[in-house]
DNA sequence: TTGCAATAAAGACATTTGTCTGGTATCTTT
DNA sequence: AAAGATACCAGACAAATGTCTTTATTGCAA
């Protein structure tokens, strides 16, 4: 057998190595922390974890594969999480498009649950700010207000543009002076989503 | 059986999931994905997985539990992290600045260090569309380049402008005609960051 | 001394988890 | 129609991993 270590010497070398893992996003198993710190026995290894859980500086979750953690983060939660981005997107329903994804962004959402972003082409709404290569995080939903930015559908083709709703039909306004009002016969538009913010990358790409 | 999802519109979950899961910390198990993801079959899990990683999309550590990770270098700590987004800052350096968050944004970056949000006030930037009520992402910095838009301090007053340099002096420029630029003498203006990103919040505000 | 707590070890057991084999249904291609 | 590809399911096996039991050594205190 080896000899004891003083203190809690050991123990704070398996604190740190757990930490350390923790912090590259994979927790270690009992065994790896064994070998580690060159324990030859598991059950030495589990019972300075066991003890730390037991002193409120690790937690775990009993009986997992590396179900220790710490346990300030899991007040944190999940924060955000990322949805994808869309780029071309044209010709057919979203369904389809979900194969042309540039990568992601992350939202501070629970859900990511219908919303997705969106590479805007062309200059027709920039007297509203969005520019081309802006990327428009929507979230899906079949109607809007007279006045929202929208992404709709019209004769198989995806646009953003500001939504007016007048008596019998609704309207498609650019925010260029250049680009000229889309007025679709009812039942070649749908609305796809609104737009709930917009980005802008001055610098790098996506990532 | 269940009806078969046309496209890889499942694997897209699949990856989706797996991604939201690495960020918070702990790898999912492919039992894990399956209860996630509603499949009634393991394999159906593995299959998705293992296909995400042949096509180089994710990658697994062979045998061991919870074995799949990002490739490339972002495997390693988060992806995301929440920066803060600060209000009011004039009158004296950012640090006293801190005080007056006004919330925080997710950014994909490794480190938030350097890196804040800041509230734009004002009209003079609105030809590269940025707006009031914008946020301007940060990067603190000392110097930068011309024709960067930056966040400088001129008398004690923050300000972001695009950034001029010519022979001898520096010029803090609007992008709106109906404002004038700044033309400071030296040591009264100093560069305290480089705007790498701009978000607009359609909807709701910050959360 | 005796007793007790802490550290460590060896082996075994039970659960979790990755992996495999085979099968069904739908769609596309030949 | 036949063949192949894709998506999914069912069940089982094996490796990885968490947990338990028992034992040994050392230091400290009553």
New binding site residues.
Partial sequence: ????????E??ERVYCFVRERLEQGLP?????VQAAL???????A??????LVGEGRLA?Q???????YLPLEEMAGPLSILIPVLGQVQAGALSTAIEHIEGHIPMRTRTAEGIFGLRIRGESMTGVGIFPGDIAVVRSQPSAESGDIVVALVDDEATIKTLKIRQERIELHPENPHFKPIVPFPGHCSIIGKVIEVRRFLEGGLH
């Fill in positions: 057998m080896s000899p004891r270590t003083p203190l809690g050991t123990r270690p198993t009992v065994r790896e060159g324990f030859r026995a598991v059950q030495t589990r019972e300075h974890l066991e003890r775990k009993s009986g997992k594969a590396r179900g220790y």
